[in-house]
């Protein structure tokens, strides 16, 4: 299965045509995910001054090469696994300054206490990009899930005044050990809101689509697996 990752949100025909051909898409464009989006334009912005001054300097064209800039960007981020390519002299001199971007990168993310999402895999042709609001950290999920890899969760719906609505999941068992925060696929929200009976297909949702929820993580070399169920009767909607 693909996936494909937007900080803009997904056309209808794009969803549409993902869920015929198995593609998740991992929709980044809700508040919940501003400070990510922050970090990408801030390292976006220096990597393309980067190139500019490689460009004025010594009239090459075109920009770093992008084996070289993914290669360090998951260095920085431990995620590497094949070693530099090796490029032409004028990218070589702009290989210590690309490292300090992605270096400044990494520190950014951990300085907001958000290296980490969880994505959530649901019966249903999409992802669940899923985070937490400040004070509360992903840190606190995976506290608890790491005791009790499977166990039941509340659903809360909470609509916004720009028509977005975003759905908060917290363990039934202590609902305060951790707060997660997710939006749907544009489509079905417009399919719940396009019903007189929201309360009715706001259920629909969770116990058709959402009846458990499959977090996977792995970490030095070895995967945990945590599943989320819902009870029927677990669901609320606030205004």
């Not at 070693?83 to 971007?101: I, N």
């Amino acid at each position: 299965m693909y996936s494909s990752f937007s900080t803009s949100g997904f056309s209808h025909q794009a969803q549409e045509y993902a869920i015929a051909h198995q593609i998740c898409l991992v929709d980044l464009s809700g508040t919940a995910f501003q400070w990510l989006r922050d970090a990408a334009a801030l390292a976006a912005q220096r990597i393309g001054a980067l190139e500019a001054a490689v460009r004025r300097e010594s009239g090459v064209p075109g920009g770093i090469p992008r084996k070289l800039l993914r290669s360090t960007l998951r260095r920085a981020l431990g995620t590497a696994n094949d070693s530099l390519p090796e490029v032409s002299k004028h990218w070589r001199a702009v290989k210590p300054d690309l490292a300090g971007v992605a270096s400044e990168l990494q520190r950014h993310l951990m300085t907001h206490g958000e290296s980490e999402i969880a994505l959530g895999f649901p019966p249903a042709p999409f992802v669940l990009t899923m985070t937490t609001r400040r004070p509360d950290t992903i840190a606190q999920f995976y506290d608890f899930a790491s005791s009790r890899p499977r166990h039941t969760v509340g659903l809360r719906r909470h609509h916004r005044t720009n028509r977005v609505s975003h759905w908060e999941l917290f363990p039934r068992e202590d609902p305060d050990a951790y707060r997660l925060y997710f939006s749907l696929p544009s489509h079905i929200e417009q399919w719940i809101r396009s019903s007189d009976e929201i309360g009715a297909r706001a259920r629909a949702i969770k116990e058709g689509f959402l009846p458990s929820v499959l977090v996977y993580r792995v970490t030095d070399g070895s995967t945990q697996v945590f599943q989320l169920d819902y009870a029927t009767a677990e669901f609320n909607s606030s205004p």
